[in-house]
């Protein structure tokens, strides 16, 4: 038998270095720029059919129309002239965890990519070499990127590595901002003759009068009070928050808010919401039947995204709930009548895209890029939908939808574009100002400009990273994270007693959060040009 | 170097060659499976050594920086170190415990049955779990015992109880996950042991009955002794895969309120590794994991063939 082991060890070896020797040729090779009959100004960008971009994304998903069905990409194809070869994931996470294994292996990545993960991800596979620099592709192949850039320097801002490159195009928001407000029922509020609340207090007061009332006349304890994000009530002590772990406070010091001084006050509030019933039954169980039980009249308040209230109107006013009525609330203050609240920022930079070292068209990468990105032609096709049919610019030189796409009638504006054209949701994740003013309006636009008078309005950049900051926040950050989300849910259900704070701030302070502070700070400080 | 070596070595040579021409078609059977495991088992182990390199995507394994025992002394100093390792052992241990017996009770129970149309539709029925992918289960289940509408919870309500949120509590975590566990694998494993079953030989039976031995007796002294040895046969192939917890399925009913019960080494590693992007750190922690198997098959199988004759090699 030991022969026989011996023959075997020996097939091994080889095969071993068959492989390696394999692996570190493919490594080696690159292949050379295509020829191809590239455009340098004007559309189509290239010869119909002479260049094929693979573009992976998540895919939309849903019930609506996949990208590589939807009638806008066709168009943006014929109008390029670049045949695309989607890689299309089911959804986000599945897209960035098949990705993330693609990039770590280095190979055969696609020309135009989605980058999984964060800004500091991002910058990782930028220094490895994977994610080639865009500075002098811009200049020459992207005149609308640069127009874009300088009318609103944050986004060039965001886009930049500290070394002053740009490897990736964020994704941005521009025109009337989503705020993710909550949207509660006033039409309850009214039954019951309670106004609403403004403080944390109120607040707890309001829902559990909601709670324990029958409001919604089915004859059971069927309500849920608040089935939003419980950071939400933040502002009411102090804090700033859209989610998220740290900020900064009026002295522009960044802080995590688990080391606020008022973090246990809040912890203490919303385990109170928790202990009376008030909070989403499935809260802490990374799961949620919120979505279901609205068009059931069954939630009382609920985080919602821009024209998302008028929506669910609808659908309650469809299944038969006549006086249905949802309404924005501005977030709670402080006792003293203080909020500090944040809305997202122009540049987002939640999601990056980046054409990879495997590219064999790098310029016509480029040039898709600007037409998709930033070019008028381009976003009003991918956010709006196709000219004439879905919207017109009227005598002002405004953008308008036409009637086909507002009252349509199974679906809202939204769902129809999605559905019909798989335009809105763009692999690109973009929000343009025309397309967002002809959209959103009513009930969203009367309180966001309630809270820009408030001077509630902040916003948190996101900076991109050195690599030696990217390195000690890869090490630090997922236990800091890990311990925070954990503890947060821990105290708020009560399994853990507050009692316990100091040691929870104990082991923060030994997973190093004071030095991923000053790493937070000095990045802040660089972004404030300090 | 001897005459003498030489010529015994070309003696060996020839020997295999021998061998190897007179087994040629055993050869070329075995080949598929040879070249299988070749490919997919043992050249990927050669990427489990950027466990000891800082490695890094542009420089590839071999060009990455060694840094020998850096990463598993990372994670022997994580504050999580402990928990994920005890998380990893009660997990596997449980389910040891609760979900190895429950399909030899099973397949014993079935056994018994006198009626087999019933046998069958419970057979049937048993393991059909099996062959519903990981993800719909915990769906179900998720549905089952949400406290909103869940019948699980419509039926702690009858009781009089208030509502469980059974998937945000941490106490919860390891009974839903062993006794799903349990629900989905149990049917299938059963036929292993029906099988060992039909091949006892029903003389024994008739000469017990004769004897005037009761159906227990016939039980516990003929039936269960002799399926013993798959038994063991079975328990030594688990111990090998003792301390490895199915990553997908705590990584779909876990979330930061149970991290206290059902944070293991595999999800610690895809939180770390592949979604904080150190993949040599998550590659130690799983190299550290997959040694401790290593161990404790080799010592199961050795007391096995001790205590009991009955071993894998």
New interface residues.
């Given amino acids: 038998m030991k022969k026989v082991y011996r023959v075997l060890a020996l097939l091994l070896v080889t095969a071993s270095l068959v492989y390696a020797g394999g692996g570190r040729e493919a490594a080696g090779t690159r292949t050379s720029a295509g020829v191809q009959p590239l455009n340098t100004h004007g559309l189509p960008i290239v010869e119909p059919g002479s260049v094929t971009l693979s573009f992976a994304v998540q895919d939309v998903g849903g019930q609506f129309v996949s990208l590589d069905e939807a009638p806008v990409w066709q168009l943006v194809q014929e109008i390029t002239g670049v045949t695309i070869d989607w890689q299309l994931s089911p959804d986000a996470n599945a897209y960035d965890t098949s990705m993330m294994t693609r990039l770590a292996a280095g190979q055969s990545l696609p020309d135009l990519l989605r980058i999984p993960g964060s800004v500091s991800d991002a910058v990782r596979y930028a220094h490895e070499g994977l994610l080639i620099p865009m500075d002098d592709l811009i200049e020459t192949y992207g005149p609308n990127i640069q127009r874009l850039y300088e009318e609103n320097p944050s986004i060039e801002a965001s886009s930049r590595t500290p070394e002053g490159q740009i490897y990736f195009l964020i994704n941005y928001l521009l025109g009337n901002e989503n705020a993710n407000l909550t949207a509660v029922r006033q039409d309850w509020l009214d039954a019951l003759s309670i106004d609403a609340p403004t403080t944390a207090e109120e607040w707890h007061h309001v829902l559990k009068t909601v709670k324990e009332s029958d409001v919604n006349s089915t004859g059971r304890d069927d309500i849920i009070a608040y089935g939003g994000y419980i950071d939400y009530f933040l502002s009411a002590f102090g804090m700033t928050s859209r989610g998220g772990y740290y900020w900064y406070d009026d002295n522009d010091r960044v802080y995590f808010y688990a080391m606020h001084p008022q973090f246990r006050e809040y912890l203490e509030f919303a385990h109170k919401l928790y202990r009376d019933g008030l909070l989403d039954p499935m809260y802490g169980s990374g799961q949620s039947m919120v979505a279901e039980l609205v068009p059931q009249n069954r939630i009382f308040a609920f985080n919602a995204w821009a024209a998302e209230p008028e929506l669910r109107d609808a659908e309650l006013k469809a299944a038969g709930f006549a006086n249905a009525n949802f309404e924005y609330l501005i977030p709670p203050t402080t006792p003293d009548g203080h909020l500090s609240f944040s809305t997202l920022n122009v540049a987002r930079n939640t999601q990056r895209y980046g054409i990879t070292k495997d590219s064999r068209y790098p310029e016509v990468a480029m040039r898709f890029y600007d037409f998709i990105y930033a070019s008028e032609q381009g976003t009003r096709l991918t956010l709006a939908g196709i000219e004439g049919e879905d919207w017109y610019i009227d005598e002002g030189g405004k953008l308008q939808f036409t009637d086909l796409a507002i009252r349509n009638p199974s679906y809202n504006l939204i769902g129809y574009l999605r559905t019909h054209r798989g335009a809105f949701v763009t692999p690109m994740d973009l929000q343009t100002a025309e397309f967002n003013d002809a959209r959103i309006g009513g009930k969203f636009a009367v309180n966001l400009q309630r809270i820009q008078d408030s001077g509630g309005n902040a916003q948190y950049p996101v900076i991109v990273p050195t690599a030696e900051e990217q390195e000690r926040d890869a090490v630090l950050f997922t236990d800091i994270k890990s311990h925070i989300d954990e503890m947060t849910i821990r105290f708020v259900t009560g399994a853990r007693s507050l009692a316990t704070f100091d040691e929870f701030v104990r082991t923060l302070r030994s997973l190093q959060i004071e030095e991923l502070t000053e790493i937070y700070q000095k990045q802040y400080d660089r972004f404030l040009g300090k | 170097m001897s005459a003498e070596i030489v010529v015994r070595t070309h003696a060996?040579m020839a020997?295999?060659q021998r061998?190897?021409y007179n087994n040629r078609y055993l050869w070329l059977l075995a080949m598929p499976g040879?070249v299988y495991f070749?490919?997919f088992h043992?050249?990927p182990m050669?990427g489990a050594t950027i466990a000891f390199r800082n490695y890094?995507?542009?420089r590839?394994?071999?060009g990455s920086e060694w840094v020998g025992f850096r990463y598993f002394i990372q994670y022997f100093r994580?504050?999580?170190f402990v928990r994920t390792l005890r998380n990893t052992a009660l997990i596997s241990l449980y389910t040891l415990i609760f979900g190895f017996p429950a399909p030899i009770v099973l397949a014993l129970i079935l056994n018994e049955c006198r009626f087999s149309g019933f046998k069958k539709i419970v057979q049937t029925i048993s393991y059909l779990p099996y062959f519903i992918s990981t993800v719909i289960i915990v769906g179900i289940l998720?549905n089952l015992v949400?406290?909103?509408d869940g019948i699980v919870n419509e039926a702690v309500r009858l009781l009089g109880h208030r509502?469980i949120?059974?998937?945000?509590?941490?106490n919860w975590f390891r009974p839903l996950y062993v006794s799903s566990n349990i629900w989905q694998y149990a049917g299938w494993t059963s036929i292993v042991y029906l099988a060992a079953l039909t091949s006892i030989d029903p003389e024994l039976y008739e000469s017990a009955i004769i004897d005037g031995a009761s159906r227990m007796q016939a039980l516990f002294r003929i039936t269960i002794p002799s399926i013993i040895p798959t038994v063991i046969i079975m328990l030594i192939i688990r111990m090998g895969t003792l301390m490895t917890v199915g990553m997908e399925k705590v990584l779909l009913m876990?979330?930061?309120?149970?991290?206290?019960t059902a944070d293991v080494i595999s999800t610690y590693v895809y939180?770390?590794g592949?979604?904080?992007?150190?993949?040599s750190f998550g590659a130690a922690v799983g190299l550290f994991n997959s040694v401790i198997n290593t161990i404790m098959l080799l010592t199961f199988n050795y007391v096995a063939k001790r205590v009991s004759e009955t071993s894998l090699f």
Wanted: hydrophobic content about 45%; glycine content about 8%; charged content about 15%.
């Fill in positions: 060996r020997r295999i061998a190897l040879i070749i490919v043992y050249v050669y890094s995507f542009a590839g394994i071999a994580a504050a999580d998720v949400n406290p909103i509502p949120n059974f998937m945000g509590e941490a876990y979330s930061p309120g149970t991290y206290e939180r770390r592949l979604l904080g992007l150190q993949y």
